[in-house]
Nanobody, 118 residues
Framework: QVQLVESGGGLVQAGGSLRLSCAAS????????MGWFRQAPGKQRELVAR???????NYADSVKGRFTISRDNAKNTVYLHMNSLKPEDTAVYYC????????????WGQGTQVTVSS
């Protein structure tokens, strides 16, 4: 069984920074894409950023230039560095991974709350 465990959420003032981490564990053969989604109250879950095993990244327009996604393939861990945080970034952030374990499927973390105060 594969688990994705997130950490690093919390309360921060506008303009501040946070770093989220997500570690995958279990019987994993390989991990393809890893990413972060978020869901604010009353809104649909949306993609924030994702990164392939080769390091190619994609970002939502709303976070470009402020957030950076990275990963450590040796540790099966993905990070989200969030700078210049805004109140509209407040949401539950979910880690996501497409992986082989042994067949291909998509795993989700339990979510971590990020709250940005104005």
């Amino acid at each position: 069984q594969v688990q994705l465990v997130e950490s690093g959420g919390g309360l921060v003032q506008a303009g501040g920074s946070l770093r989220l981490s997500c570690a995958a564990s279990g019987r994993i053969f390989s991990i393809d894409v890893m990413g972060w989604f978020r869901q604010a109250p009353g809104k649909q879950r949306e993609l924030v950023a994702r990164i392939t095993s080769g390091g190619t990244t994609n970002y939502a327009d709303s976070v470009k230039g402020r957030f950076t996604i990275s990963r450590d393939n040796a540790k099966n861990t993905v990070y989200l560095h969030m700078n210049s945080l805004k109140p509209e970034d407040t949401a539950v952030y979910y880690c996501n991974a497409g992986l082989m374990a042994p067949t291909y499927y998509t795993a989700w973390g339990q979510g971590t709350q990020v709250t940005v105060s104005s």
